[in-house]
């Protein structure tokens, strides 16, 4: 069986960088009662990951990059601006 293939992306962004990596999706455990999940793209910071979107094979760089960057906007940058973060 082979392996996924994981695509890594890393954003500088207003002056940080970020780093993205895909993940395969996976398909429900019934025993652990655990539903399928899609393949989806990750933010990774100090050991812990926070889904950001659906993965899509073969994305434009730039687009994907302007998708985390509008990402970065809403949930970071925000948020910090609002106490949240």
Do not use: C
Request: hydrophobic share 40%.
């Amino acid at each position: 069986m082979s392996r996924p293939i994981v695509e890594q992306r890393r954003l500088m962004y207003r002056g940080r960088e970020f780093h993205f990596v895909s993940y395969e999706g996976l398909p429900a455990n019934v025993k652990r009662a655990q539903p399928a999940t899609e393949p989806a793209w990750w933010l990774m910071s100090a050991g812990t990951r926070w889904e950001v979107m659906p993965f899509q094979p073969g994305r434009d760089e730039h687009e994907l990059d302007r998708a985390f960057a509008a990402w970065l906007d809403r949930h970071v940058f925000q948020a910090a601006a609002e106490g949240r973060g």
